[in-house]
C-alpha cells in the first residue's frame, strides 16, 4: 500500500480566514513533505519533515505553519492568505530521507478569494 | 527554484504510436523517478531508477539512467487513451548517506493521445 491522504480535497478561503490542511501516511514513511504548485508547472518543495522534526523550510512565508503532531500526520496551518496563494497543495511521504522514492497524496485544491 | 530540462515539452499522438521523452541536468544525479500527473490529481510515481545504465520496465513503460548519471528518458509503447497526462522527471542528489532527499522536477511533458 502506497497511499497518501489529505483532507479537505477543496478549500475555499478568505484572506482573513484560518484553516488547515491535513496529510496521513500509514506506510511507516520517516519523512513527509508539503509541495505548492501552480497549474502545469512542477511542484516546489516547501517543508521537509524527517523523524517528525522540520529538517527544511523552503523559505516560506509565516503565513503557512506546517506541524507534524506524529509520524503518520502531517498538518498545515494557513492564515492571512493571499490569492496568489492559490493553488494545488501536495503532501507526499519517504521512507526516509536519503534516496527513497516519494509518493504524493491527491492534493488539495486552495482557492483563496 | 532549480528544475531540469525536461523535452519535449508537450506531444500530440495517435493512439498505438510509441512516446520518447528525456531529460537533462547540469548536475549528477543518483536517483532518478518519473512521475504521471493526471489533472487536479497528484503526481503517480511510475517507475524509479537508482544506478547508472540502469533500464527498468513497469508494463508499457520503459525508463533508463543515463550512464553519465546526468539524464534519463522515459518510453511508452503502444499509447491507450489513458496514458493522457503530464510526465514529470526527478532527480534527487541525496544517496544512502544521510544526504537530504529533495527531488529536483523537470518541467514537464503534456501528453494528449488521441484515440
Known amino acids: 500500500d502506497t497511499e497518501v491522504t489529505q483532507t479537505p480535497k477543496h478549500l475555499v478561503m478568505g484572506m482573513t480566514n484560518k484553516k488547515s490542511l491535513k496529510c496521513e501516511q500509514h506506510?511507516?514513511?520517516?519523512?513527509m513533505y508539503w509541495y505548492k504548485q501552480k497549474a502545469k508547472k512542477p511542484p516546489e518543495l516547501m517543508f521537509v519533515y524527517s523523524y517528525e522534526k522540520l529538517s527544511i523550510n523552503e523559505s516560506v512565508p509565516s503565513r503557512f505553519s506546517p506541524e507534524c503532531p506524529n509520524s503518520s500526520l502531517l498538518n498545515l496551518h494557513l492564515h492571512a492568505l493571499q490569492p496568489e496563494d492559490s493553488a494545488l497543495y501536495l503532501c507526499?511521504?519517504?521512507?526516509?530521507?536519503?534516496?527513497?522514492?516519494?509518493?504524493f497524496g491527491p492534493g488539495t485544491r486552495l482557492t483563496v478569494t | 527554484g532549480q528544475q531540469l530540462n525536461q523535452s519535449p515539452q508537450s506531444m500530440f499522438i495517435q493512439e498505438g504510436e510509441d512516446v520518447s521523452m528525456n531529460c537533462t541536468s547540469s548536475s549528477i544525479f543518483n536517483t532518478w523517478l518519473w512521475y504521471k500527473q493526471d489533472p487536479g490529481e497528484g503526481p503517480v510515481l511510475l517507475i524509479a531508477?537508482?544506478?547508472?545504465?540502469e533500464l527498468t520496465s513497469n508494463g508499457r513503460l520503459t525508463a533508463q539512467f543515463g550512464i553519465t548519471r546526468k539524464d534519463s528518458f522515459l518510453n511508452i509503447s503502444a499509447s491507450i487513451p489513458s496514458d493522457v497526462g503530464i510526465y514529470f522527471c526527478a532527480g534527487q542528489l541525496g544517496g544512502y548517506g544521510g544526504a537530504t532527499n529533495k527531488l529536483i522536477f523537470g518541467t514537464g511533458t503534456l501528453l494528449a493521445v488521441q484515440p
Open positions: 506506510m511507516g514513511h520517516r519523512a
Open positions: 507526499a511521504s519517504s521512507q526516509g530521507t536519503a534516496g527513497y522514492e516519494q509518493y
Open positions: 531508477l537508482y544506478k547508472a545504465g
